[in-house]
């Protein structure tokens, strides 16, 4: 028992590194606090949702986590699922779309606890991945678009992402100058600490400067009452405490019930599948990304950790709270601050806890559009442009499935979006592998030659059938410190595969093991990147 729980609490690693964890925590809560407040107010919740899911994900997620440096906490890859789901369900009626979302996220939490104690936290490694990369990327044009509406002190038109771009220059043309002003700084600013090379600029989170930035801009134009700010005896625009952040004296009063009268709604269960799968499968790939950075080389258990989030989400719905992730930003940084455990995600939970319980005031001079620079800033990032390139480098098919899934899931959502993309690769895959059956059963023989254990495989490696080979290579690891993965007859290795692979290399090199891997002469490449799939060329 003591020795269970010296793992699951990694005393060890905080004894020897408690301040530097402390630290760790303390700029975590200085990132954290902005924008879990700027996700919940760009999913259409109230902003308490953000922090209780903050505060939650901190204490709760760490106590029962299976992560070791990870961070939990709303994210912005799940703003479009609850929006969508509030504004569905709600029908209009924001506040009664909360507390209908608020179940379903209840119900979603159940789900993932279902999903772990089954085992299924491993199929997050089957996801292609630029199905994976197209979906986010339609998640960040849509709060980018969002937010920019805020940004100029304007309501959004209409509830489509595509009709409120096409809108968005008359919202730009139309905009309250003082708001837009104020958020253009605020923009620039993050902007150009985000860029900056300079250690002293390092040290000051982005988040946390547009926060003060915009409480000073509160207070030099008075945006706490109602008026009409002038320049030089011209008026520019009215303004009052409507762009400002509104966040209860105590945080009890944001606790919100959910409301079970759409249980037996179809409608109901879509969107509790749509915050299932997008906090699942976010998740999973967040946890697997982390563990690449781990200084330790420590590896999580997914399906434990599916688990915990199911609980931190099933608690977090029936107290009001938004669902949560493993949050990969906020996880890298820190790393970067040279944490080793899950303590800092504890410590930074506790200190948002204590800020809004001891100074909720300060929050509410906070305007509406810093957050709106904040999110728009994030929202680049899940759309980068360079990730367009990155797929082409790839391959062409990866470039097609990435702007398929970003369509398709911009015009209709995101489970249809995904489902589509993958539908498509399932496509490609069955035409380039030239079979259906080895799409989904991998071909294999094993057997250990001296202390090597070689794997050799003549059907398609692809992300159908990935889990068995994922077995294979750890059933190896077991029994030999080098294993031969012999692919010279493998029709096609998928990209999902090679990045698979390219994982379990470093992850088996640096528990002191040898994975090689053998690749036939009349293997192509079908891209320029060096985990392009590689396909079989026919005997001439």
């Not at 400002?244 to 109901?268: A, C, M, N, Q, Y």
């Not at 728009?376 to 499935?401: C, D, N, S, T």
Request: hydrophobic share 50%.
């Amino acid at each position: 028992m003591h020795k269970f729980l010296s793992i699951h609490f990694q005393w060890d690693q905080f004894k020897k590194n408690w301040k530097t964890e402390a630290v760790s925590g303390f700029i975590l809560f200085l990132v954290a606090l902005p924008l879990s407040i700027g996700i919940s107010l760009a999913s259409g919740a109230p902003p308490t949702a953000g922090i209780l899911a903050a505060i939650g994900g901190g204490l709760l997620g760490s106590l029962i986590g299976t992560g070791h440096v990870m961070i939990n906490g709303p994210a912005a890859g799940l703003i479009v699922v609850v929006l969508t789901s509030i504004q569905t369900l709600g029908q209009g009626n924001a506040q009664s779309g909360f507390r209908l979302t608020l179940a379903a996220i209840v119900m979603a939490g159940l789900i993932q606890i279902g999903l772990g104690v089954l085992r299924f936290g491993a199929l997050g490694i089957l996801a292609p991945v630029q199905v994976i990369h197209g979906m986010l990327a339609s998640i960040g044009i849509t709060v980018m678009t969002k937010q920019i509406y805020v940004l100029c002190g304007r309501k959004a038109a209409g509830l489509e992402t595509l009709e409120q771009i096409v809108h968005l220059p008359e919202a730009i043309a139309n905009a309250n100058g003082v708001i837009l002003t104020i958020g253009l700084i605020t923009l620039a600013l993050i902007i150009f600490l985000n860029k900056s090379k300079s250690k002293l600029t390092k040290l000051i989170p982005a988040p946390l400067a547009a926060v003060f930035l915009g409480i000073a801009f509160d207070k030099a134009f008075d945006l706490e009452h109602p008026h009409l700010v002038e320049l030089f005896a011209h008026p520019i625009s009215q303004v009052s405490d409507a762009f400002l952040l509104h966040v209860p004296s105590k945080l009890t009063e944001g606790i919100i019930h959910p409301d079970w009268s759409l249980l037996s709604s179809g409608l109901f269960w879509k969107m509790t599948l749509m915050i299932c799968f997008v906090a699942s499968i976010e998740s999973v790939l967040s946890a697997c990304a982390v563990d690449k950075i781990d200084p330790i080389g420590r590896r999580t258990q997914l399906n434990g950790e599916l688990v915990s989030k199911g609980v931190c989400n099933t608690f977090l719905g029936i107290m009001g709270g938004l669902p949560i992730i493993t949050e990969m930003v906020r996880s890298s940084i820190n790393v970067g601050n040279g944490a080793q455990t899950k303590w800092p995600n504890m410590f930074h939970g506790l200190l948002i806890l204590l800020f809004v319980v001891l100074f909720p005031g300060v929050l509410n001079l906070i305007p509406l559009t810093s957050f709106a620079a904040i999110l728009i800033v994030v929202g680049f990032r899940l759309a980068h442009p360079k990730q367009l390139l990155h797929a082409y480098e790839i391959g062409w098919e990866q470039l097609l499935y990435f702007l398929f899934t970003l369509l398709v899931s911009l015009k209709t959502d995101l489970l249809i979006g995904v489902f589509s993309g993958i539908i498509l690769k399932l496509i490609i895959t069955w035409v380039r592998s030239r079979t259906f059956t080895g799409s989904f059963r991998l071909l294999y023989e094993k057997k250990l030659e001296g202390e090597t254990y070689v794997i050799s495989v003549s059907g398609p490696v692809v992300f159908t059938n990935l889990l068995k080979l994922k077995s294979l290579i750890t059933q190896a690891q077991s029994e030999a410190n080098n294993i031969r993965l012999d692919l010279r007859h493998s029709l096609l290795v998928d990209h999902t595969a090679q990045d698979f692979l390219e994982s379990e290399k470093k992850y088996l090199k640096s528990n002191g093991k040898e994975l090689k891997i053998e690749m036939s002469e009349r293997h192509q490449q079908v891209g320029h990147h060096a985990l392009s799939a590689q396909v079989l060329k026919k005997d001439e």
